[in-house]
């Protein structure tokens, strides 16, 4: 049970002196928030903590507090040993990327995460798939561990709540997240001044991107699917780093009428990342699954390998069968 689980986790939490809390590449607001969150509950009850990522922490969470003390395969001085990871926000071990040549296959391992399509890698697997976020996973762990909420952790956690869920929208806004948020506000947060910084702000760099993929807007399926594409140089004519295109792939999924948005962005090594949004019908975490990824019912991704062509027929075929058998049940 999941009462079961979060024993298991302090049980764990405590049997341990130093940990090593990692998040999944290419972080997105609740994978940051979560990471951050686990570093202050972590030292609040004395123990040493060493924050990772595989790249560099995205520009627009750098405002949340201990952010700059995350480290990345780049800039690691110190070659430490570690008697414990805890994985946070990834669905499967590969998520963790490179980070996980840090440590042994033996250190014991706590996977704390959200996702349906998580596969219980950990030692201990402390997984709520109705949660939210794995913020809301880790509110659980505070409230269970009667800890202190201090701004600083509150802020951490609701930034995870308010992105995992785009902005209190999503279908996994329930009165358990609206009630999480509530005590948080209460403790500090600045709801506004996150909103401002995770949601409101925009690169030039990202509307840059999104003028080109606009342009390539394909719909197919009778306007039941929409298409965009980001290739390598638009990337690099633009500036674009990887957060970037966080965002784009909604232009295509809230086109009226339309229920699968796909964005397909070209990445280095001859393969494609596709990210799928689905709007209320189909099950995107599926279709992602079959093609090595994982993700949401709602919201998932996989990366692929082959050209932007290729690719792009593997998943449009698939996209289309799922489509009609959506049709033939309506
Ligand atoms: P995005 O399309 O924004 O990159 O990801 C949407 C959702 O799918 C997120 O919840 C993310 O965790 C999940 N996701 C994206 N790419 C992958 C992947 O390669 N593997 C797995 N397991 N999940 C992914
Ligand atoms: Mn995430
Ligand atoms: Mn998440």
Redesign the pocket.
């Known amino acids: 049970s999941y009462q079961a689980s979060l024993e298991a986790a302090v049980r764990f939490i405590h049997r341990h002196q130093h940990f090593l809390v990692v998040n999944?590449v290419?972080p997105?607001g609740?994978?940051t928030g979560s990471l951050l969150a686990m570093g202050w509950l972590l030292r609040q009850l004395g123990k040493r903590v060493t924050l990772v990522n595989e790249g560099e922490t995205p520009a627009k969470f750098s405002f949340l507090p201990g952010a700059d003390a995350i480290v990345n395969m780049s800039t690691r001085t110190e070659h430490d040993t570690y008697d414990a990871v805890i994985t946070c926000?990834?669905?499967?071990f590969?998520?963790i990327g490179e980070v996980a040549a840090w440590f042994a296959p033996k250190c014991e391992l706590l996977n704390i995460d959200h996702?349906p399509?998580n596969d219980l890698f950990g030692d201990v697997n402390l997984v709520r798939i109705d949660a939210a976020a794995t913020a809301e996973v880790i509110f659980d762990l505070v409230k269970f561990m009667e800890l202190t909420i201090n701004a600083e952790l509150a802020t951490c956690l609701y930034t995870g709540l308010l992105t995992?869920t785009g902005g209190f929208r999503y279908s996994n806004t329930t009165p358990r997240v609206m009630e999480a948020a509530s005590e948080l506000l209460k403790h500090g947060v600045e709801p506004a001044r996150i909103a401002e910084q995770v949601l409101e702000t925009i690169t030039k760099a990202h509307v840059e991107l999104l003028r080109r993929a606009l342009q390539t807007l394909e719909l197919m399926d009778g306007d039941r699917a929409a298409y965009l594409t980001v290739t390598l140089a638009d990337m690099a004519k633009t500036g674009a780093g990887n957060d970037d295109t966080?965002g784009l792939?909604t232009y295509a999924r809230n086109i009226e009428g339309v229920e699968v948005g796909v964005?397909y962005k070209e990445v280095a090594g001859g393969k494609v990342?596709?990210?799928?949004?689905s709007r209320s019908e189909v099950d995107v975490?599926a279709i992602?699954?079959s093609l090595?990824?994982?993700?949401?019912i709602r919201?998932?991704?996989?990366?692929v390998e082959g050209t932007l062509a290729e690719v792009k027929a593997v998943v449009s075929q698939k996209v289309s069968a799922v489509l009609r058998k959506c049709g033939e049940r309506a």
Not at 273 to 277: A, H, L, T, Y
Not at 299 to 303: E, P, R, S
């Open positions: 999944h290419n997105d609740d994978a926000d990834c669905a499967d590969a998520r996702h399509t995992d966080e792939v964005l990342k596709v990210s799928f949004r975490a992602a699954k090595g990824g994982g993700g949401h919201a998932a991704g996989c990366t």
